[in-house]
């Protein structure tokens, strides 16, 4: 049986007893599908939200309207913001949050297709990663859901400065 990054997830959560809870936007879901996937990640999944148009991430996440403006959707400031609204919604320890152009449509000069960013946001601080990815629309968000993932990891492994 292969070891998936989301069983050496639930490994470390449970064993930190901490709890994680999502905000996507170009994954659509599949972090917490695969958060989901393992058996007892309720112990320290409360929930996610998927957060597609600026609406949504305003409504249910906080984002502000001028942050969307000034930087857009696929931005470090809109992730950040997502992810402290994703951990204020529940209460939980860590918010990890993803928004990106997963294509084939939508990229820009300035934001090609691919671009991704990731926010992660605790109690001892927050963090931005950018990825570029440059596959098809479904292996961006595969990608994406994988980096979010590993970005969690990190983080629990005190990977990030």
Do not use: H
């Given at each position: 049986?292969?070891?998936?990054?989301?069983d050496i997830l639930h490994q470390a959560m449970c064993a930190r007893r901490l709890t994680l809870a999502a905000a996507e936007s170009c994954t659509?879901?599949?972090?917490?599908?695969?958060?989901?996937?393992?058996?007892?990640?309720s112990d320290y999944f409360p929930g996610g939200v998927v957060?597609?148009?600026y609406a949504?991430?305003?409504?249910?996440?906080?984002v502000s309207w001028d942050t969307l403006n000034l930087h857009g959707a696929?931005?470090?400031?809109t992730v950040l913001e997502m992810a402290h609204g994703v951990r204020k919604i529940f209460n939980a320890d860590i918010g990890i949050s993803v928004s990106g152009i997963a294509g084939?449509?939508?990229?820009?000069?300035?934001?090609?297709?691919g671009t991704t960013w990731f926010g992660l946001a605790t109690d001892k601080g927050e963090w931005t990663r950018l990825?570029?990815?440059?596959?098809d629309r479904v292996q961006n968000k595969q990608r994406s859901a994988e980096a979010a993932l590993q970005f969690v990891l990190d983080y629990l492994e005190g990977k990030l400065a």
């Open positions: 049986m292969k070891i998936t990054l989301e659509g879901g599949q972090v917490s599908d695969r958060i989901t996937n393992v058996s007892g990640s957060a597609y148009a949504a991430k305003v409504n249910l996440l906080g696929v931005s470090a400031e084939p449509l939508g990229g820009l000069p300035e934001k090609p297709v990825f570029v990815w440059d596959g």
